[in-house]
């Protein structure tokens, strides 16, 4: 059996605005209508996988839970990581974790925001790493590269794959290379993109780190060691897990030991690094240009034209060798070019501090999600979207007081020793201070306009008295 270990973290800057630091690209749906993360959980579902350990951070926990649900899989454990370390003590935390349970547990850890169309062709590429890693190896996966690429890192083979993808040693990393090392090496023919996947039992890999890394073992193992269970998730320590080096697994352990092989895979793969990966994985018409639904092109070439906002329109004309992505908070017009560079963009917006450059217009919370409408100095207007059966916290707020209107589905509503339902064109107030809860009781989305007034109109003016999502008082997820 082998446990599906997916990382899940990430602030997602390479693809703003659509990603962000609050909601990042595996969460969205990129590529067709599920996201990179359902479709890496998707990937790895079958008869010789177990469920999937994930692990994530506070922030995206529920939103983790809701797309596994949405697709119909049932995690195994869900590791809450503290703070992010990277992926180093991320990979032992999982390896510790299953071992405790299954001291013969076959790891395979994959990021969740990797594109491979070909699901059966790398489910056949993990089965060909079963002999190596019985046998002791750590197993990476490496590309078999189309291009001179100077944006990955490469992986050295002892030898020329063959023919059946089989095993081969791996001699050592290489880093990015500049254009005439990358050509030299797409020559060689002995190089492989690194995939950042892998493969081992967990106990060669708690013994790799033993060996190479014990500065990451003894924090990781305490944080394991110590983890709190928290409403189906598993909180590692946050005290030990401050300790922890934040260090790469490559650098920590797999540039280091000795047991290593590497499984080539030649089918279609991206990391989807930025939006020119995203242009060259999406159809295009005969002029090379890639559209979503709400794009329109005139006269365009070798372009990418998306609009990523229901009622927003995009039109192109003209354009050559561009990428625009339109929002409804924001717009991305660059050269194709310069698509490594939109993380400068996103730089200089948190100089300025711009909501938008961390900040998803669609705020998720465990029970669903809301979006701002209209912001001014006293008073603010959200749409709120409440799933089936889910309940906000009881609550109350200092600084102002609020007026829902139902506009689709029917809202159970708390205010103080009162409890009614509200249909669809009715609406409520919530006077300042007064306790109050809003929950969906039907079987269909309840949708309703919410109108802030008031001194202070920030997420944290919230004083908590009973949330089944054990949040406590601000709290904003």
């Not at 001179?148 to 020329?160: D, F, K, M, V």
């Not at 598993?234 to 697994?249: F, G, N």
């Not at 809860?437 to 003016?461: A, W």
Request: proline share 6%; with cysteine.
């Amino acid at each position: 059996m082998i446990y599906p270990t997916i990382l899940c973290g990430g602030s997602g800057t390479r693809l703003w605005p659509l990603s962000r630091k609050s909601y990042p690209k595996q969460f969205v749906p990129l590529l067709g209508d599920q996201t990179l993360f359902q479709a890496s959980a998707l990937r790895l579902r079958g008869d010789e996988f177990a469920a999937p350990v994930i692990l994530t951070n506070s922030d995206f926990r529920f939103i983790v839970t809701e797309q596994l649900s949405e697709i119909g899989i049932d995690p195994g454990a869900i590791l809450i990581e503290p703070e992010g370390r990277n992926t180093a003590p991320a990979v032992l935390a999982a390896a510790l974790q299953l071992m405790a349970s299954d001291p013969d547990a076959v790891l395979l850890v994959a990021p969740s925001d990797h594109a491979i169309p070909d699901a059966a062709a790398f489910r056949a590429a993990v089965e060909r790493g079963l002999a190596a890693v019985a046998a002791g190896q750590i197993v990476t996966f490496g590309i078999t590269p189309s291009r001179p690429e100077t944006g990955y890192g490469y992986l050295e083979l002892s030898a020329q794959p063959d023919s059946n993808g089989s095993p081969v040693a791996l001699t050592r990393f290489v880093e990015k290379p500049d254009l005439a090392r990358a050509e030299a090496m797409l020559t060689a023919g002995n190089f492989l993109w690194n995939a950042g996947i892998f493969l081992f039992r967990a106990a060669d890999m708690v013994a790799a780190f033993e060996a190479h890394a014990p500065e990451v073992l003894t924090p990781v193992h305490a944080a394991v060691e110590k983890a709190q269970a928290d409403l189906g998730f598993l909180r590692l320590d946050p005290v030990a897990w401050a300790d922890a080096p934040d260090i790469s697994l490559d650098y920590a352990v797999m540039e280091r030991a000795t047991n290593l092989a590497a499984i080539p895979f030649s089918e279609e793969w991206s990391d989807l690094g930025g939006w020119d990966a995203v242009w060259a994985a999406q159809a295009q018409d005969e002029a090379g240009v890639a559209t979503s639904s709400g794009a329109t092109a005139i006269d365009c070439e070798e372009s990418l034209l998306r609009s990523e906002s229901d009622g927003v329109e995009l039109v192109g004309i003209g354009l050559k060798n561009v990428i625009a992505i339109a929002m409804n908070d924001a717009v991305l017009v660059a050269d194709m070019s310069r698509a490594q560079d939109v993380k400068k963009a996103v730089d200089a917006l948190k100089t300025r501090k711009a909501p938008q450059a961390v900040q998803f217009p669609k705020d998720h919370r465990p029970w669903g999600w809301f979006e701002t409408l209209a912001l001014a100095d006293r008073f603010q207007v959200k749409r709120i979207v409440v799933h089936p059966g889910a309940a906000l916290s009881l609550q109350s707020h200092h600084h102002r007081s609020e007026h829902w209107i139902v506009v689709q589905g029917t809202a159970k509503v708390t205010i103080d020793d009162r409890v009614q339902l509200v249909t669809e064109n009715q609406s409520v107030y919530i006077p300042l201070g007064a306790v109050h809860r809003m929950e969906n009781p039907g079987k269909v989305p309840m949708v309703l306009i919410e109108v802030q007034t008031g001194s202070y109109l920030g997420e944290d003016d919230i004083i908590r008295y009973d949330d089944v999502y054990a949040r406590g008082h601000g709290a904003k997820v």
